[in-house]
């Protein structure tokens, strides 16, 4: 049995009680070990992969903006793949480093955005204005879940649950660009990441009031 086939299946196991975000999280990590190992035997550092991994998903939101969905795609896998190596990289290479995670946090950010601006640029242009309207609450909802994190994180909760995480996000994106499907796609991202942001509020205030309570 290879390396990689028993670390999966050692994660699987102590997977078998976690969300199906984390357990996407385990998969990827086993698969894309070796690309973030042979990255580190050539000396490219982990930060170096994170501004290349936006660079390439502004580039998919220049070309859904200017109509090329399907090109916009494969464009998007890439710097998705780039996105799920370079934390890996850091720690492959024991280069991991609190600017680090800084960086690749808010850069996913921009790179979600291009992806959501895009959509309202192409959809402004053809006069949708439904879709319009969705890609500016799929943006906002979106930017919210990642913000409801980060402020609770900032005062000490442990705050990463949530029904709608950014891997269901960005991959129901990529879904939307693939099949061509995008205005149900931005009804089920909207309304899904405007859920998960409230319960991130819910799992927030939990937990200052049991803080509260001892």
């Given at each position: ?23 996407a ?9 070796p ?11 982990p ?26 795609f494969?464009?998007a ?13 850091a ?7 609190p ?24 959809y ?22 990642s ?8 005062i ?5 649950r949530g ?13 939307g660009?693939?099949f ?31 803080s509260?309570?001892?």
């Open positions: 049995m290879s390396r990689e086939t028993q670390e999966l299946a050692e994660r699987l196991r102590r997977s078998i009680k976690a969300s199906s975000t984390d357990l999280h385990e998969l990827m990590s086993v698969l894309f070990a690309l973030a190992r042979g990255l580190g035997r050539l000396g490219i550092q930060n170096m992969v994170t501004v290349a991994g936006c660079f390439v998903s502004l580039g998919a939101g220049a070309l859904i903006a200017t109509g090329h969905w399907y090109a916009a494969g464009v896998l890439f710097g998705g793949l780039l996105d799920g190596v370079d934390g890996l990289l720690r492959e290479s024991q280069q991991t480093t600017f680090g995670a800084f960086l690749d946090s808010v850069l996913d950010r921009w790179s979600d955005s291009a992806l959501f601006i895009g959509l309202l640029i192409w402004s242009g053809i006069g949708a204005q439904m879709e319009s309207i969705l890609s500016i609450w799929a943006l906002a909802s979106s930017l919210l879940v913000y409801t994190r980060a402020r609770a994180e900032g000490g909760a442990e705050c990463r029904l709608f995480t950014r891997l269901e996000r960005v991959g129901l994106v990529l879904a660009l693939a061509n499907q995008m205005t149900i796609v931005l009804w089920i991202v909207a309304i899904l990441s405007t859920f998960t942001a409230l319960q991130r509020i819910y799992f927030t205030w939990k937990f200052v009031q049991a509260q309570g001892e």
